[in-house]
């Protein structure tokens, strides 16, 4: 990170803090050349194309409020979106992909809506696998029962 005023090429951070959206982190640095103080904005790399074609940076929030229309009714608390939204975030950084499109993040997101309420995951999957007959629901149900549980190998449930 160059001095922006002296352009000496190193500084040294002096305060962290991560901005309001959550998505990006703020460094106050000290040139050690002149002394001088700026701020830069890091932003996550992670970021989704949406269908419109805009592209924004990964949201755990927007995870959640699309995972909560399915969940209504549902016994899923607002602790369990947020654990599901971290595992969506592991998932998906863990690929080393900087860029997703929204579909892809939806069907990241159907594994981890399995382990957690076999229900909400019909009707986020019915979406997001885009089901048009009966016959997709019967498959997806009847995968479910031979398979209750997504059984991944990072799972701490049981
Ligand atoms: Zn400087």
Do not use: W
Request: charged share 30%.
């Amino acid at each position: 990170m160059y001095c922006p005023f002296c352009r000496h090429p190193d500084s040294r951070v002096i305060d962290s803090r991560t901005a309001d959206d959550g998505l990006s982190i703020r460094r106050r640095r000290q040139c050690p050349e002149c002394g001088r103080r700026f701020t830069t904005t890091e932003t996550a790399s992670l970021t989704v194309i949406k269908r419109s074609g805009v592209v924004e940076p990964f949201s755990r929030e927007k995870v959640m409020s699309g995972v909560r229309k399915a969940c209504q009714g549902r016994p899923v608390t607002e602790a369990d979106l947020a654990i599901l939204a971290q595992q969506v975030e592991e998932s998906v950084r863990s690929t080393g992909i900087a860029q997703f499109d929204a579909n892809e993040i939806g069907l990241a997101i159907l594994p981890h809506l399995r382990d957690l309420d076999q229900v909400a995951f019909l009707r986020f999957a019915s979406v997001y696998q885009a089901f048009d007959t009966l016959a997709d629901f019967e498959s997806a149900i009847s995968e479910l029962r031979t398979h209750p549980s997504a059984a991944r190998p990072d799972s701490t449930k049981e």
